[in-house]
DNA sequence: CGGGATCCCTACGGATACTG
DNA sequence: CAGTATCCGTAGGGATCCCG
């Protein structure tokens, strides 16, 4: 390794104590994510909303991966206490910039996958030959 | 299911069946994330060399992380039988592509990651005094 | 409606020991 | 050196019941 220029944010994710270690908790967990996609494309909504669309999630994991969004201050959690409680979900501007970069991955996502299909169905092959 | 038409790539990741999912289990986790984007810096590493690279890492994830991202094509394995042997993983094209949208995610992380650690402490304090 | 609390099971992942 | 195999604890996450 060169000389690292200091006033470059280099990539340490290697160290445990990067920041990025803690973005793969918070985007790494596969629900916590689509909730942010889905709140990004569908604006403020309710739970049974979010529910409905993000199919197969639990109460319990869609719960816990709002509360934690929401801890992360990525999405506000607005209660209003009619007859029915009623509960909107919405990202914050932080949660929007956010959105961004999933984006790219999403288009990496479908543009490439496709090619990760077929590398696995080769190696598949090859080692079920053995 | 209604009809579903295939040649347009929405991104349905709420669908269970969208690559978005898959793309989810592999750089979702931990570990393949760091592996790639340190084959991406490092270039061509060895085993060990990547084993001390990315800390905290045991070496069966480490082994079972580098065979999922070679199934996935985004690496290759090459076995060179010298007397010990030497192994070398390096990132194939597709997996440099990868590279690319992980450093937005990187960089937000940098930029962001402090207004995220705010906000967790806001959270819990609120949260105490209850 | 939107959760909180509980039970329970599994598979993720670390530690250790052995091999080509 | 670069794994594979085994054991084993723990936490992730589903199902269920209940509450405000």
Chains 1, 2 share one sequence.
């Not at 994710?13 to 990067?18: E, K, T």
């Not at 816990?64 to 801890?71: M, P």
Request: net charge negative; hydrophobic share 40%; proline share 5%.
């Amino acid at each position: 390794m060169d000389a690292v220029d200091e006033s470059a944010p280099r990539f340490d994710a290697f160290a445990a104590s990067c920041p990025s270690r803690r973005l793969l908790d918070t985007i790494g967990d596969k629900w916590a994510s689509l909730a942010v996609v889905a709140l990004g494309l569908g604006g403020r909504m309710r739970y049974s909303e979010l529910s409905a669309r993000i199919e197969g999630v639990s109460q319990k994991m869609l719960t816990q991966t709002l509360r934690k969004l929401e801890r992360d201050g990525l999405l506000t959690r607005t209660v209003t206490p009619s007859v029915p409680v009623r509960v909107d979900y919405e990202l914050t501007p932080l949660g929007l910039t956010l959105l961004e970069p999933i984006c790219h991955l999403k288009e990496w996502a479908e543009a490439h996958m496709a090619e990760v299909d077929r590398a696995r169905d080769e190696y598949d092959r090859e080692k079920l030959q053995t």
